[in-house]
């Protein structure tokens, strides 16, 4: 069955650095999202991309990050300066179409020191 | 008004017994409500979903209640087995919102025991 792969599985980064984190969606799917979770915390939704722009965004979703498809496979979030806060399991999700359901990945675990 | 509160917060059940989960949310504009099933190191994996036409649906042993007029719904888990023992999510959507994000609830801890 296919399935939505992340990396790497853990990253460790300064607080201060960027950092990139790296998604493979299903392929013929069309929706791609951004959740985190916080240590011990609930799932968050923070954003979403479909048709090479972003087509929601959360409050969380700040001028720090940003999203990008650079090509026909990956989809990446990126963290432009780092904060202690940013520490979470950040998990990566596409759907096809319509009321298609989303698929997660295993998610990133970041950590930021 | 965006939240889903979910419980119980954890959950120990015996072998064979029926786990209840359940999630209520305020926003009357959701019209799409999946469960996901997570497991130690994985991501959450979808169980099951329904849309508020239905009161009921059953997938095996997972049911899925809905009472539209409560705003609440559950998740029971019938004969519940020790690989059923996971952290389970309900979820809620917009369909009309296009990206169809996901509200996710706090998660429940299930615990199935021999």
């Known amino acids: 069955e296919p399935e939505v792969t992340q990396t790497p599985s853990h990253q460790v980064t300064q607080m201060g650095q960027e950092v990139i984190l790296r998604c493979v969606p299903i392929?013929?799917?069309?929706?791609f999202y951004w959740y985190r979770q916080i240590l011990g915390q609930k799932v968050e939704f923070l954003v979403s991309?479909?048709?090479?722009?972003?087509?929601?965004k959360s409050e969380i979703f700040d001028d720090q990050f940003s999203v990008e498809r650079p090509d026909g496979s990956n989809f990446t979030l990126k963290i432009r300066s780092t904060k202690l806060e940013d520490s979470a399991m950040y998990f990566c999700a596409s759907r096809l179409q319509g009321g298609q359901p989303q698929h997660f990945g295993d998610g990133t675990r970041l950590s930021i020191l | 008004q965006q939240q889903v509160k979910q419980s119980p917060q954890s959950l120990i059940v015996q072998k064979g017994g029926i786990s209840i989960i359940n999630c209520a949310y305020e926003n009357t504009a959701f019209d799409y409500f999946p469960w996901y099933q997570q497991f130690p190191g994985k991501g959450p994996a979808l169980l099951i979903a329904i849309r508020p036409d239905v009161s009921e649906k059953k997938e095996g042993r997972f049911t899925i209640s809905f009472n539209k007029s409560a705003k609440q719904f559950s998740l029971h888990i019938m004969d519940s087995q020790p690989g059923d023992s996971a952290t389970y999510f309900c979820a809620a959507a917009r369909s009309g919102a296009g990206s169809y994000q996901l509200t996710f609830g706090k998660g429940t801890k299930l615990s199935v025991i021999p």
């Open positions: 991309f479909y048709n090479n722009e972003i087509s929601e």
């Open positions: 392929s013929n799917h069309l929706y």
